[in-house]
């Protein structure tokens, strides 16, 4: 399976992003869909995570309320809605495929290339 993260940019502090994670086989729907992000000099940190079903999500405490997962599995594409963004989450953006809804990088099995968020103060 082949992730492709796209949807980074630029943005201000309060400002809105949306990611997209598109996958490259219809077997994407199956997978449970993660999004993690790196900041300069820190570990990978979990983000959110859908169900393969959408029926199901999980958020860090960091970004909980401001930021929404969702997917379209027709479009083979998991969204991340990003809302009153602050320059903190400025990262790197990965989105990953696994079978668990898992926090942990190691639950996942495919991983996109990352998208790049910066958010200025």
């Known amino acids: 399976v082949q992730l492709q993260a796209s949807g980074g940019g630029l943005v201000q502090a309060g400002g809105s992003l949306r990611l997209s994670c598109a996958a490259s086989?219809?077997?994407?729907?199956?997978?449970?869909v993660g999004w993690f992000r790196q900041a300069p000099g820190k570990q990978r940190e979990f983000v959110a995570v859908?169900?393969?079903?959408?029926?199901?999500?999980y958020y860090a405490d960091s970004v909980k309320g401001r930021f929404t997962i969702s997917r379209d599995n027709a479009k083979t594409t998991v969204y991340l809605q990003m809302n009153a963004l602050k320059p903190e989450d400025a990262a790197v953006y990965y989105c990953?495929?696994?079978?668990?809804?898992?926090?942990?990088?190691?639950?996942?099995?495919?991983w996109g290339q990352g998208t790049q968020v910066t958010v200025s103060s």
């Open positions: 990953a495929a696994g079978w668990t809804l898992s926090t942990l990088s190691r639950g996942y099995d495919y």
């Open positions: 086989v219809p077997t994407f729907s199956r997978y449970d």
């Open positions: 859908v169900s393969w079903s959408g029926g199901s999500t």
